[in-house]
């Protein structure tokens, strides 16, 4: 996989930030700790009201997939203060690139990065044929994601759980949903793209 960097300048910020597509198996235990403190920071409440927990060692176990590719962000003094993690893979038979996680530390929410980071992942899945979907799972509790998600396009997919009853009068009522959203192929990507 090739490493890609490039430098933004995120309004309102006046900083300059650098933005680096790396392989979970290239991420520095530097860079892995800011992204876990990052999704503990930003995420682990949500963990722990729902059904799953706030499970560390699986996390970190997650986030060390070799088919895991990060796009990071960094300040001007190296240190990561956003990421999105997504994989090429299949859903129900279906080729997908699949957004594990996006973070961003407070001060960078709604400066547009996050959106940035969003078109990164649909230009990843329309230059990786035969993809032609990008998904993710959001907890529902989670209103703010669900709706920066939504003005993006996505939506519940079809195999997002849904309400249902059980034995002996019980509910399975589910704490997330799986959005998804289709992207169109660009022109001349017939070829997979090798960054990923």
């Known amino acids: 996989m090739t490493n890609l960097s490039e430098s933004i300048f995120v309004s309102g910020t006046h900083v300059e930030y650098s933005l680096a597509l790396i392989g979970a ?36 176990a997650e986030m060390k997939s070799p088919e895991l590719r990060y796009i990071l962000v960094k300040s001007p003094e190296g240190s990561v203060c956003g990421f999105t993690s997504l994989m090429p893979t299949y859903e129900e038979g279906e080729p997908v690139v699949y957004c ?9 929410q709604r400066t547009g990065l996050g959106r940035l980071l969003m078109t990164f992942l649909e230009s990843a899945a329309a230059h990786t044929p035969p993809i032609e979907k990008i998904m993710l799972t959001c907890f529902l509790r989670n209103q703010n994601a669900l709706a920066f998600y939504k003005s ?43 960054s990923l």
């Open 25 to 60: 198996g290239s991420l520095s235990n530097v860079d892995l700790d800011a992204c876990y403190r990052l999704i503990e920071e930003t995420s682990r409440a949500d963990y722990e009201a729902s059904t799953t927990g706030w499970k560390p060692i699986k996390k970190i």
């Open 100 to 108: 594990y996680e996006i973070h961003l530390k407070a001060e960078l």
């Open 152 to 194: 993006f396009g996505f939506a519940e997919d079809p195999i997002s759980p849904v309400p249902k009853k059980l034995r002996y009068g019980r509910e399975f009522i589910p704490d997330y949903v799986i959005m998804s959203k289709n992207v169109k192929r660009k022109a001349g990507s017939g070829v997979q793209d090798q």
